[in-house]
């Protein structure tokens, strides 16, 4: 046998292929290089192995989990209830705002760890078309907050309804795309 070390080039992942009399096509996953030189003659523990893209597909994951199931239910809940308990009025809306900007900003970050993950490729599956449906609402939530209408004119009830509407859109189409 050989002594000499080689780097490993592997895939993981499904391959599309559902007939299995055709040739192999390309695996869904990002090939990886390893990142040094392995000495193939020597046994060694593969099962503790993991890849950059792996850990930013987690990461991606784990922060989508915090934001969409924690932190804005937290949000609605808070404009939702929790005004009637406050004894300064617009510590409500304060909290309420700002746990909605912070996972706006959550929300971002984990879009970019899936875009690294991915090897930087937009992939436009169910899953992906759900997220950037959810993010392009996002924007529109966000911009349309900020021409919130006084509360004497006679626009801020349909403002409220639109509001509140596209809160629970996002927050059901999020949680599906997690379950999914």
Known sequence: MDKTPVYLFFSKGVINNDN?????????SVPVVSRSLIALHVKMNMACITTKTDNFLKLHGFIMVVVWLNMTLFSMFIARYAKFYFKRQSLWFTIHKYSGILSGVLVLVAVCCAYVGTGRQLQLERHQLIGIGVILLLCSHVLFALCKPD???????????IHKTSAAVMQAASI????N
């Open 20 to 28: 299995p009399a055709t040739p192999i096509h390309k695996h869904t």
């Open 176 to 179: 599906a795309n997690i379950i």
């Open 151 to 161: 509360k004497d004119t006679r626009y801020r009830r349909l403002w409220e309804v």
